[in-house]
């Protein structure tokens, strides 16, 4: 059994370390005929790539993204897919004092006592560069979508809701203020106090968590695969497997456990469009009921902690279990991962969904 591959019928399987040669993924099962370059694929790369900004990692990738196999002439064949991108801007000599200690709050310990030996540069498979392969495998998803008849309303969208203290306000959401600002922030209003924020964590050495919001619209009702494979079931498994992920709710989520039935189930009325979707006058379940889809709009949150390597001293232990004191971590990292969870986030939804929708089909579900 493998745990570096995700999905079904669309799966992909990531691979490589932080400061190897290259890091990438295969996926296997894409439809064949589906239109995809390069150029397809490196927008979403650009977007979570370090060194785009001061808010995050100054590490300095191009993460320039090459195809080796599965499209000809312009079009997928059916056949494995197979991305790569260099590591080009790697320090190991930032990591050489860690090989032997164990960084709070990070794989090292788990890693070691689990498999009995690691990767210190970076932290190896546990980095969060690890994720550019889980966006290139959205990036493919989302061409999948966009041109399939049946799925190319579905829109996916992903924004930083909550940056330490500060909380964005989701009722003034809009998608065009995400990109528009260097913390993917959905609510303008919101992003000066973000920012504010920030820089005094950074001044400090330390670092933040935050909430991200991923919302996906036009899904059509009738996706998810209960009872042990439901839609909820699988974005809570796929982004818990996300690094620093912490904890995941889907619509009202925690706040339902103070609430009564009468308030969090969604009254429905008979819908003028036909579509089962447009029937919820509320939407406290998120866009799923039993673990299918409902056709409303939906909503999931995720935790996601502060980022673990700081520069303020903390206490830990070496290989030898003996205490020592770490005087900060060094190297260079993002002041808050979860900035950069957004667009992994989003396009980890992007990979389910198709994944879903490849099964219904398989199904001979009608709508699909």
């Excluded at 040669?21 to 927008?43: M, Y």
């Excluded at 980095?127 to 579905?154: D, F, I, N, P, W």
């Excluded at 949150?301 to 900060?328: F, Y």
């Excluded at 260079?332 to 490849?358: E, G, K, N, S, Y």
Aim: aromatic share 4%; charged share 25%.
């Amino acid at each position: 059994m493998s745990s570096n591959t995700a999905g079904k019928l669309f799966t992909f399987t990531t691979w490589g370390e932080s400061h190897g040669p290259a890091i990438g993924c295969v996926i296997d099962s894409c439809p064949s005929r589906i239109p995809l370059a390069e150029s397809d694929i490196q927008p979403w790369l650009d977007r979570r790539r370090p060194g785009r900004n001061a808010q995050v990692s100054p590490r300095r990738e191009e993460d320039m993204v090459r195809i080796l196999s599965g499209v000809f002439e312009g079009v997928t064949t059916g056949h494995p897919i197979s991305l790569i991108i260099e590591n080009t801007n790697h320090r190991s000599t930032d990591y050489q004092k860690l090989a032997s200690i164990f960084r709070p709050g990070h794989a090292d310990a788990t890693y070691q006592h689990k498999y009995g030996v690691r990767d210190p540069r970076g932290g190896g498979r546990s980095s969060a560069r690890e994720t550019a392969g889980r966006v290139a495998a959205g990036a493919v998803a989302m061409q999948l979508l966009r041109h399939t008849e049946k799925t190319r309303q579905v829109e996916i969208v992903a924004g930083l809701t909550r940056l330490g203290g500060v909380e964005a306000d989701t009722s003034k959401w809009d998608d065009r203020a995400i990109d528009a600002n260097p913390v993917f922030c959905p609510d303008a209003g919101s992003v000066d106090a973000m920012l504010a924020t920030l820089e005094e964590a950074k001044a400090a050495g330390d670092s933040l968590g935050g909430i991200v919001e991923v919302r996906v619209r036009g899904l059509p009702a009738g996706l998810g695969e209960p009872v042990y494979d439901r839609l909820d079931g699988r974005i809570g498994g796929m982004f818990m497997g996300l690094n620093a992920v912490k904890g995941v709710e889907i619509g009202d989520g925690f706040a339902a456990a103070g609430m009564r039935g009468s308030e969090n189930n969604d009254a429905m009325r008979h819908p003028q469009s036909g579509r089962l979707g447009d029937s919820f006058v509320t939407n406290h379940a998120g866009g799923i009921l039993a673990g299918i889809s409902t056709g409303a709009e939906v909503v999931v949150r995720c935790a996601v902690k502060p980022t673990p390597s700081i520069g303020v001293a903390q206490q830990s232990i070496d290989m030898n279990l003996d205490d020592i004191e770490l005087d900060g971590v060094g190297g260079r990292h993002d002041p808050a991962v979860c900035i950069r969870a957004v667009p992994v986030l989003q396009a980890m939804m992007a990979t389910i969904v198709a994944d879903f929708f490849l099964l219904a089909r398989a199904r001979n579900q009608p709508e699909f």
